[in-house]
């Protein structure tokens, strides 16, 4: 996207310089048919190019790739070629001249008359780890970005897997001391029964032989 962001630019400049000189020859009395059917054509590659943008733009940003935030500033950029399309055909339908404060806007981007470099706008306001990367390197950086947040989920899940088995475990040795409480309680039980069922026994015996001792004492008497 960025390549073919520099290539729209670009060709918006020369778009811009041939609409100079076919004026020019104009008003020398040339003849601008050639150049002529070279900006119609221009032009309309122009348009194409700004559309293919704009449909980047939105699969890069549907598929969450770039943030909403970049994804708005890239918008504003397309939005800016739109304006200059526009004021490109103008002036080439002879709607609006050179004159007219437009066409330093016209001139303006790219690598200009100059032949010197600018930095492109597709990137600006980046964060310090994407600046000066290709679209193809910002990319990779996301993926790995990306790659190492699953990493990050897939560690969680297995720590909230042993935590789950670590509970079942837990649950599992509650649930088998609970038993053994049962059957010490039951145990309990059965020997208090046990011993109650002795002590009966005990004083029944006792009563008896009271009651045998005072009989055999009074048949002696």
């Not at 962001?5 to 100079?20: S, V």
């Not at 190019?49 to 500033?73: F, T, V, Y």
């Amino acid at each position: 996207m960025l390549q073919n962001y520099d290539a729209t630019c670009r060709l918006a400049q020369e778009i811009a310089e041939n609409i100079h000189e076919r004026n020019r020859q104009q008003r020398t009395g040339g003849n601008p048919a050639k150049i002529n059917m070279t900006l119609r054509a221009s032009l309309q590659k122009l348009k194409q190019n700004i559309a293919q943008l704009k449909e980047g733009l939105l699969r890069a940003s549907s598929s969450r790739r770039i943030m909403q935030s970049e994804a708005d500033r890239r918008q504003n950029l397309i939005d800016d070629l739109l304006t200059r399309e526009k004021q490109l055909n103008a002036t080439f339908k002879g709607d609006i001249t050179e004159s007219e404060p437009s066409r330093s806007t016209l001139m303006a981007g790219g690598a200009g008359a100059s032949g010197g470099t600018s930095a492109n706008p597709w990137l600006i306001n980046e964060s310090e780890e994407t600046k000066g990367l290709t679209f193809g390197e910002i990319k990779q950086q996301q993926q790995r970005v990306i790659e190492a947040q699953d990493a990050g989920l897939d560690a969680l899940a297995a720590v909230i897997s042993r935590q789950k088995i670590m509970g079942q475990e837990i649950g599992n040795e509650l649930d088998e001391q609970n038993e053994i409480v049962d059957d010490l309680a039951h145990l309990v039980d059965t020997t208090d029964n046990r011993i109650r069922n002795e002590t009966r026994r005990v004083k029944l015996v006792e009563t008896k032989s009271a009651s045998c001792g005072e009989h055999s004492c009074f048949l002696y008497m």
